[in-house]
């Protein structure tokens, strides 16, 4: 049954359905009802164009509009259902309100330190200038004083975190798209329950659909037992629900308010390595951080707790007060992208550290199926002689979104952005390095899903340690990964040339 529901709930399986629901609908019309079909086609014909009228009316990217308009036109029946299912932002009453409201404790509790900017300002203003976008758009403010340290697998960031939350006094709070029983969820389980009792507050929010056949029916109710508070957000109501599409894709945790992680990795075995579902090798990256900029963090998840609990509590008694803060390590801005707004941040950020790059930028990114102001940006940069790397699985988790990024390979090579691909497997990891001085480490792909319909986070990092070690893990990750070139998407011309650019059309499906 569980495996049912899984093919039934795939985005592909249900436009499939829909395309064969209009085809068998216009035969019915064609058979019995040839008469009336001018009567038919006119009201279909409207709610068409009206859907149509809606998207170019909408402030979204020119892409995404295009994207959506082509299978609308093609499925004119059911285009307008696709698109209430996988485009549209439709928020409930009781949860806007909610939203609305915990976006005034928000800026109420993160205020930028003033000094803080002045300092980065003085460094570098185009970095200052990236902060301060952040700041007003995220609400969340850059700091210094943080300690930063990265992790290039998986494995070492477990190990990192259980020895975090084993020292956990006051509260822990934990929030991932994925959570699949097995070794690493069983073991970090066990001390949530030890610490829960030991009177912790311990809270988890998991999404429901990211663990819809990963963990049992109502599992929230099983954690409560436990002495674990949770939610399920988003609960999945299959073919009810229009918010099926905006899920919480972010992974944090907090401890004590004195340190954070964040990063690509989920709760799950192969993110450990302790499975191999896609080669020989499953690689994702996180960061750690203690100091004031923890506080970030700690404000992001409450706010996604009271807004999923539609409840108030005072922020302040979260907030850990550094009396002796680690000592200057650059300037870290852990940030937050949501799609209840018309500002896609996590895209923004990226194509401002693009625009910016002066010698290299390197990309880790498991999808890459984005837009043309994205690839414009890459291209622009290669052309001006910018090292440009984008690092890509080896081996696929979904193929049509592994043939949709290979069909970019070719322009992007040909503008001189060097493409490569993680021969011994899968890489999940969201990064990206420029110049020795900035990068991203967060749950943010080049993708539309990223861009426009979940919410995400990522952490801003600027001359930190864990910048230089992230240039590590890249030089030797690179090493180790092929180089695409032109004769190999020759020879794999159907699938670039092809059905990539076809899939395309259903780009925002994928």
């Not at 890459?378 to 979904?398: C, E, H, Q, Y």
């Amino acid at each position: 049954m569980r495996k049912f529901l899984q093919y039934a709930l795939n985005r592909v399986v249900i436009t499939a359905v829909i395309v064969l629901m209009q085809i068998c609908f216009f035969l019915l019309i064609l058979l019995r009802w040839g008469s009336d079909y001018l009567w038919f086609s006119m009201v279909l014909r409207f709610i068409t164009m009206w859907a149509v009228i809606y998207i170019i009316w909408r402030p979204n990217n020119p892409a995404v509009k295009l994207a959506w308009i082509v299978p609308i036109l093609l499925f004119p029946l059911f285009g307008g259902v696709m698109y209430m299912l996988f485009g549209h932002v439709i928020v409930p009453k009781k949860l806007r309100e909610s939203m609305e409201r915990t976006q005034e404790l928000v800026k109420k509790s993160l205020e930028q330190d003033e000094h803080v900017l002045e300092a980065l300002e003085k460094e570098d203003l185009t970095v200052a200038n990236q902060s301060r976008y952040i700041t007003s758009y995220a609400l969340t403010p850059v700091w210094n004083h943080t300690d930063s340290a990265y992790f290039p697998n998986g494995e070492s960031w477990w190990k990192s975190l259980l020895a975090d939350l084993e020292k956990a006094e006051h509260f822990i709070f934990l929030e991932f798209f994925i959570i699949k029983e097995g070794a690493m969820w069983n073991e970090i389980l066990a001390v949530l329950e030890r610490k829960a009792k030991e009177g912790v507050d311990v809270r988890l929010i998991y999404d429901d659909v990211g663990c819809v056949f990963l963990l049992p029916k109502y599992y929230d109710r099983i954690l409560e037992k436990k002495g674990i508070k949770c939610v399920a957000f988003n609960r999945l109501v299959p073919f009810l629900s229009l918010v099926l599409n905006n899920r919480d894709h972010r992974k944090i945790v907090v401890v004590d308010g004195k340190t954070a992680y964040t990063g690509g990795i989920n709760l799950s075995d192969e993110y450990i390595n302790y499975e191999h579902p896609y080669g020989d090798d499953w690689k994702d990256v996180g960061v750690r951080m203690e100091g004031p900029a923890v506080w970030n963090f700690t404000v992001m998840f409450l706010q996604m707790w009271n807004m999923s609990r539609y409840s108030e509590e005072d922020y302040g008694r979260f907030r850990h007060e550094f009396t002796n803060p680690p000592a200057v390590d650059g300037y870290v801005q852990p940030y937050v992208d949501t799609p209840l707004d018309d500002e896609v941040l996590g895209e923004n950020v990226y194509l401002n550290m693009i625009g910016g790059a002066k010698r290299y930028i390197w990309i880790y990114t498991p999808y890459f199926v984005t837009d043309n102001e994205m690839l414009t940006a890459l291209k622009l940069a290669a052309k001006r002689g910018v090292d440009v790397r984008i690092l890509t699985p080896g081996v696929p988790d979904k193929k049509f979104v592994y043939w949709l990024t290979q069909s970019n390979y070719q322009p992007l090579i040909q503008a001189g952005v060097g493409i490569y691909q993680y021969t011994p497997g899968f890489i999940h990891a969201k990064c990206v390095l420029v110049d020795d001085e900035t990068a991203v480490v967060g749950t943010i792909n080049f993708d539309y899903r990223s861009f426009y319909h979940h919410f995400e986070c990522g952490v801003f990092l600027y001359r930190t340690q864990a910048v230089e070690e992230l240039k590590k893990d890249m030089e030797e990750t690179f090493s180790v990964s092929e180089q695409i070139t032109l004769e190999w998407c020759k020879e794999k011309f159907v699938k670039t040339n092809i059905i990539g650019p076809v899939l395309k059309l259903l780009s925002p499906l994928l």
